[in-house]
Every structure is written in structure tokens, then in C-alpha cells.
């Protein structure tokens, strides 16, 4: 990692601004617009795209789409902006997402102080100036009081090293990076590699178009349908005569989203009465059979496999060939949704196509890439296009590439090497004025984002006003209070089945990244009242620096409550 004298290979003065803000998805665009139009401050964004969006920006391989619904997976900051736009469809397409968020950085000036083609190299925390000296890939550097990543949790792509790639002679991508000006798969035998939540969407649409489709799976999911429908005109305007209780109601849920009620144990229905419900969550879509249908599936194994077996006979109606369902049913002993649950359209029924192949790479696993295609133990499998759908380095894959340092020269990757580390999800000690969104230990993943994020944003930027309402130059939060935290978060993780799968959730799908679940699972509505009370008392569990505050060059008898 690059230490503190790299700046000075940088021959240029800084830019000073009040904050600097990475990223120009969800997050990074309503974090400008509350920092800049809100509090008045002087920020700059940096993305490293050429346009905004973040994932969505990033995803656009075909079949890509949210799976919650519009209503919900939207801005709730802007009455009018709720009215303004119409959403064509329940669960809304990557290009009408991105669209929205064009329209949003449009709507309200934002691009003007997003710097696009822009990659964060080092972020180092000035102990004697109580700033960040932020440098960029094309060497221009930043001084900032604030420093906030909104980088997300899913943003640093996951590509597995195999042997001969550089010898294929086809065109390849990861799905994350998909190409912009897209790709034509007409008559093209095309591979692609893994069935998780990308690669349930994307095989149903490459399969209408490619000569033949090879999928190389690697761990069949349990994956449920999406149920999306086209937004008539009369259910738009229903959407928006009711957006205030939607909102509210959304605030008040524990995921930060509308989804169906959920029954207490899964052992208290008789099998009949099971049966029935899960067909119910089932047509409904979406998570309701994850979540919605009973509360102890993820804690009882027992419970957990009454919803396994019900989505494992759903793959055997929907797959003509029983070999191949079998190969797509998770083996007895795989939780049910303990790894992420993929929604899909039309996914099982892609393998009833002629000119699908499904390969098991447990009984015929990949030995290389030749110049023709994919070798496994068994055969050459030809292709002219192959496709890396593998994941991402979750949580903390894209804050570790900006070689962040804190105070007295703390390395994040020092503080993360035993799994990341943080407050609540908005802080990490020894890294005073850097805040995190919807980061590791807060519900994350396990909420609906642009939600989380508003909520995650207002709480930091109602800590900045009150850091500069006291004079104070930085703020950082205590170290007993994140040991705390995390202690908390695992231990409420380890009473859950979770802890017990191997998936992304835990850092398994990276060589010799250490096993910590980083979300915090309890309730949503309850996680945000506690950050919410942190802000009204005060912010009890941090610790502020004055201005001018560390002449004697130790930390603690700089550090004052307020």
C-alpha cells in the first residue's frame, strides 16, 4: 500500500473543499445534494464512470433489474420528484433505473461538482491539519475536512484467475463491467460463468439470442420468481396518491420496504397448511417467501428445510428434464436463503431450450481457457464470447483499492485484516470526519438501499452541522463503542443460520479473506431509532478535536466532549 510520501509525488497544490464525496450512485448523488444545497458546504464528488448511477451505471448486462419495487427502491427526499416520474414497470429495468438517477443528478444541478472519470488512489488523514489529502489516479489532489465513500457494498468486481485466459480468442466481460454500447450474441456460442443473482437474470434474455448458451455453474440457489408486471397509468397515479403512506409505512417496517406478513414458525402449520402458504408467498414474488412467510426460517434448520424442499419441487414442475433439475436443486443440507435469494424470470425455464447446456462443475470442473473456449475435465466447450458472472469483494473490496489511512498512519487494511470494522456502519475509529453509508454492521444488504441510504445520509450530515456548530474540527468515534458494535451484530448473527453457509454474506467467495458476517440483522426500523437517539444525545460515543487542538501531539488530551 502506498505510504504517506507518495503525496509528494504528486507536484500539484490541493483543492480545498468542505468534503469530498466518492462515488455517484444513490448514495454519493444525495449525499452532494444534502451537503452542498443543504448545509451550504463546498463539495466535490468523484466517480469513476463517466456518468452517474454506481451499480446501476456499472450493470448492464441484459435482463438486469431491481427486485424491489419502484415504489419503494426510490428517493423519498422530493415530493416532486415522487410525482414528476413515471416508473413503466413494478420492478424497474438497469436502463429506466439509470434514467431515474440522470434525471435526479439533472433535476437538481448536481453534475456540475461530480468529477467523472475519477478513481480515488490514496486517502490519507493529515494529523496536524485535521483534513484528508485525497489524490487521484491522474494525480489531482483534494484537502478536505469530510471525507465520505459511497462507494456501496457491491462495486468491486470478483474475477477468478484461471489458467489460459489470455490465450482465448473470443470476446469476454465481467457483468458488472459490461460493455456500453452492449453486445450483439446473435449466432454466437456464448459461456457464462455462475448462477447467482446476475446470472439468473441475464440467462433467460442471452438465451433468445445466442446460437447456443453454455452456463457453468459452480453452486445452483435457490432463486424464486420476481413476478414484475407493466405500471398502468391508473396504478401510477395510486403509486402517487399514496406515496406519504408508503413512505411512512416503509420507515416503520423492519426492511425498509412493503412485503407480506410473516407466520412465527414454520413446524406450528400442518404440512397441508405449509404447502398453501408457501404457494401464496410464492405468487407473490419477490422476497415474501424468504422473508414474508415464516419468521424462524433463518434460525431453524428444521424450519428452513420445509421452504428448501417447497422451492426444490418448484425447479422439478418447472424443468422438463429431470437430470437437469436435479443438477439446478440445492443438494438437502444447503439452507434455504442463507445465501442471497435470487429473484428470476423465466430462469428454470431457459433450460428447457434446445440451445441451453447446463455444466456441473462439481462433477466436471474447469481445467482451463484455450484459445477455442472453455476446457473442463471432460471436454472443449466452443465459444466466441464468455461471460464472468463471480461476484464481488462485498463490503470491502472498494474502500481497501483507495488505500485509506487514518490517524497516526492507520492503514484500513490494518483495521479490517481481521474482517471490516465500524460503528453502526457510519464510522471507523482511528479515521476521524470519514463517513461510511449503509457500510459494513448496519442492515446493508438487508435493507432496502436508497431508503438506508437517505436515513444513513441525514444522520451524517446532521453530525457534520454539529461538528462545525462547535468549533470542532474533527470527530471520532470511541474504540470501545465499535468493539461493541461488532460484538453485538455477531452475536446476533451467530443466534441465525447464516454464519453457517459459505457466501459472500461471509467473505467466502475471496481466497483467504477472513470469515465475518458484516450486517447487522436485527430490525431495521430498531437500528435506525438507535442511530437516532446517538444523534439526539449528542453523539455520546464519539469523541471531538477542536480546532488547533493536538499541539501537544497526543491524541487524548486533544480530544473534548460535547
Not at 484461471?162 to 450483439?184: A, L, T
Not at 395510486?238 to 414454520?266: F, N, Q
Not at 474504540?479 to 451484530?489: D, G
Request: proline letters at 5%; hydrophobic letters at 35%; aromatic letters at 12%.
Amino acid at each position: 500500500m502506498p505510504d504517506k510520501t507518495m503525496s509528494a509525488e504528486f507536484n500539484v497544490t490541493p483543492q480545498k473543499v468542505d468534503a469530498v464525496v466518492v462515488g455517484a450512485g444513490f448514495a454519493g448523488l444525495y449525499m452532494l445534494y444534502l451537503l452542498r444545497d443543504k448545509l451550504k458546504l463546498n463539495v466535490v464528488a468523484l466517480e469513476a464512470a463517466d456518468g452517474v448511477g454506481g451499480v446501476w451505471y456499472w450493470n448492464r448486462y441484459p435482463g438486469a433489474r431491481c427486485d424491489i419495487a419502484a415504489a419503494h427502491y426510490s428517493y423519498s427526499f422530493s415530493k416532486e420528484l415522487e410525482q414528476e416520474w413515471v416508473w413503466p414497470e413494478k420492478y424497474p429495468d438497469q436502463p429506466t433505473i439509470l434514467k431515474y438517477l440522470e434525471h435526479v443528478a439533472d433535476r437538481f444541478d448536481l453534475t456540475r461538482d461530480i468529477q467523472f472519470d475519477t478513481r480515488v488512489e490514496i486517502a490519507e488523514f493529515d494529523d496536524k491539519e485535521q483534513r484528508w489529502l485525497v489524490t487521484t489516479k491522474k494525480g489531482d489532489q483534494y484537502s478536505a475536512q469530510y471525507f465520505v465513500p459511497a462507494v456501496g457494498i457491491l462495486s468491486d468486481p470478483k474475477i477468478p484467475q484461471i489458467k489460459g485466459h489470455e490465450n482465448f480468442k473470443g470476446g469476454s466481460c465481467f457483468s458488472g463491467r459490461w460493455p456500453k454500447e452492449g453486445v450483439d450474441f446473435a449466432g454466437k456460442n456464448v459461456g457464462i460463468i455462475g448462477t447467482g443473482a446476475t446470472a439468473v437474470q441475464a440467462i433467460p434474455v442471452i438465451a433468445e439470442t445466442a446460437a447456443h448458451l453454455t452456463v457453468f455453474q459452480r453452486t445452483p440457489y435457490f432463486a424464486v420468481p420476481l413476478q414484475n408486471k407493466v405500471m398502468t397509468e391508473a396504478e401510477d397515479k395510486r403509486m402517487k396518491a399514496s406515496y406519504a403512506k408508503i413512505r411512512k409505512h416503509d420507515r416503520e417496517s423492519v426492511g425498509g420496504m412493503t412485503l407480506s406478513e410473516a407466520r412465527p414458525s414454520a413446524m406450528a402449520d400442518t404440512p397441508e397448511q405449509r404447502k398453501a402458504h408457501y404457494e401464496q408467498r410464492y405468487k407473490e414474488g419477490t422476497f415474501n417467501l424468504w422473508v414474508a412467510s415464516y419468521d424462524d426460517l433463518i434460525y431453524d434448520r428444521e424450519s428452513n428445510e420445509t421452504a428448501a424442499e417447497f422451492v426444490r419441487s418448484k425447479i422439478r414442475e418447472r424443468v422438463t428434464d429431470p437430470e437437469i433439475a436435479e443438477l439446478l436443486c440445492p443438494p438437502k443440507g444447503i439452507t434455504f436463503g442463507t445465501k442471497r435469494q435470487p429473484c428470476e424470470t423465466g430462469y428454470f425455464e431457459a433450460y428447457n431450450r434446445d440451445n441451453v447446456t447446463l455444466v456441473d462443475l462439481n462433477q466436471t470442473p474447469i481445467e482451463e481457457i484455450v484459445s477455442e473456449g472453455m476446457r473442463t475435465s471432460d471436454q472443449t466447450h466452443e465459444l466466441d464470447y464468455l461471460i464472468f458472472a463471480t461476484g464481488y469483494d462485498a463490503f470491502t473490496g472498494s474502500y481497501l483499492k483507495m488505500n485509506i489511512t487514518g490517524r497516526n498512519g492507520l492503514a484500513l487494511k490494518d483495521h479490517w485484516s481481521n474482517g471490516p470494522r465500524s460503528y453502526f456502519g457510519l464510522s471507523v475509529t482511528g479515521f476521524p470526519n470519514m463517513f461510511i453509508i449503509t457500510g459494513p454492521q448496519s442492515p446493508s444488504a438487508f435493507y432496502n438501499f436508497p431508503l438506508g441510504i437517505e436515513r444513513h445520509c441525514d444522520w451524517i450530515a446532521d453530525c457534520i452541522v454539529h461538528t462545525n456548530g462547535r468549533g470542532m474540527a474533527a470527530v471520532d468515534v470511541e474504540q470501545k463503542r465499535e468493539e461493541e458494535w461488532v460484538a453485538k451484530v455477531t452475536a446476533i448473527a451467530e443466534e441465525t443460520l447464516f454464519p453457517q453457509a459459505s457466501s459472500w454474506y461471509m467473505g467466502d467467495n475471496i481466497p483467504g479473506k477472513p470469515r465475518a458476517f458484516a450486517i447487522y440483522l436485527g430490525d431495521g426500523q430498531v437500528f435506525y431509532e438507535m442511530i437516532e437517539r446517538e444523534a439526539a444525545d449528542k453523539y455520546p460515543s464519539y469523541n471531538f478535536v477542536p480546532k488547533g487542538g493536538e499541539k501537544t501531539g497526543t491524541e487524548a488530551s486533544a480530544r473534548v466532549k460535547t
